[in-house]
């Protein structure tokens, strides 16, 4: 097994079979990744969207493609999730005409926020814990042309699994010759669902370990070394709920009435709230068999609101 350092400059903004390997390895072998953030140079440090120039075409950093040797289609990668060191600040957004609920923010909406105290402070006595890991790995899906990175795909790819942490492991479909992984999009904190379309987006360093396992998957899997939410679920959670013929018209039910909740116990605006929404909330189909009528739930944490009280 060998170690290696990824040349951090070889960075795509979309999934191509075609541009040449950034490097070579064996199974077993490690790679460092230095990883730069979701609009690296677009957006300002400590200021808002005013400063913000988004050219989307860009806005994801991949790294990669990592040819692993031994890799065929039909194989599984394993990618053991070795190190993620968030880097020292990170931003979060709404961005207008995307996310869960784009009619109710037409507008724009960016803050910046400093990393270097293991949380970040969203408003008085809001705090999210950092929990980093990686919004995109995946393998190359085997189909020809330019394949844009913001849907995932057969190969993982933009999966924004919050549950990749430091010690987590991630099997991937292998589609190509050689797995053709890249990485990228770091988060340091995200609930589940990344609601208002951004996560906090940061800068990563990441080490990642890789295996070629000879047997086939028909989509991606991975295991957790730990409870699910180990770092927010310590004092209980508050719970909304979307009911509605429609999960998408029951996720929006239930975040809607998450945001009145987290406005009225902290004063948090509602731009502010809806991005707590997506840094710390969790979407959850809470049932989905009864007669066409389903139930999507949406859970905070109450350590996150600086309470134990419901």
Not at 162 to 182: D, I, K
Not at 204 to 230: D, Q, W, Y
Not at 274 to 289: P, R
Request: hydrophobic share 40%.
């Amino acid at each position: 097994m060998a170690d290696h350092v990824i040349d951090p400059t070889r960075i795509h903004h979309a999934w191509d079979r075609s541009l040449e390997p950034a490097l070579t390895i064996q199974s077993g072998d490690s790679v460092a990744f230095e990883l730069t953030m979701a609009g690296s140079g677009q957006v300002v440090r400590g200021a808002g969207f005013e400063s913000t120039s988004f050219d989307l075409d860009t806005v994801y950093n991949l790294v990669g493609p990592v040819f692993v040797e031994g890799a065929e289609r039909g194989d599984t990668l394993e990618v053991e999730i070795v190190e993620l060191t968030p880097g020292e600040w990170g931003w979060c957004g709404v961005l207008a005409g995307f996310g869960l609920l784009p009619d109710d923010f037409p507008d724009a909406y960016l803050r910046t926020f400093e990393l270097g105290g293991g949380t970040i402070v969203v408003g008085p006595g809001v705090e999210v814990p950092l929990d980093p890991f990686l919004g995109t790995m995946g393998t190359h899906p085997d189909e020809d042309g330019v394949i844009s990175v913001f849907p995932p795909h057969k190969g993982g790819g933009n999966i924004d699994a919050r549950h990749l942490p430091q010690g987590a492991t991630l099997w991937l479909p292998v589609w190509c010759e050689g797995a053709l992984f890249s990485c990228g999009d770091p988060h340091a904190a995200q609930g589940d669902g990344e609601v208002c379309v951004a996560a906090l987006e940061c800068d990563m360093h990441a080490v990642l370990r890789f295996h070629v396992r000879k047997e086939t998957i028909g989509a991606p899997r991975f295991r957790v070394p730990s409870p699910l939410t180990p770092a927010t679920d310590t004092h209980g959670h508050l719970g909304t709920m979307g009911i509605s013929p429609d999960l998408m018209e029951g996720a929006k039910a239930a975040v809607r009435e998450m945001i009145d909740v987290v406005v009225d116990r902290t004063n948090l605006t509602r731009e502010d709230a809806y991005l707590l929404c997506s840094l710390a909330g969790d979407l959850k189909i809470l049932e989905i068999v009864d007669a066409g009528v389903w139930n999507v739930g949406f859970t905070m944490p109450l350590s996150v609101l600086g309470s134990g009280d419901a």
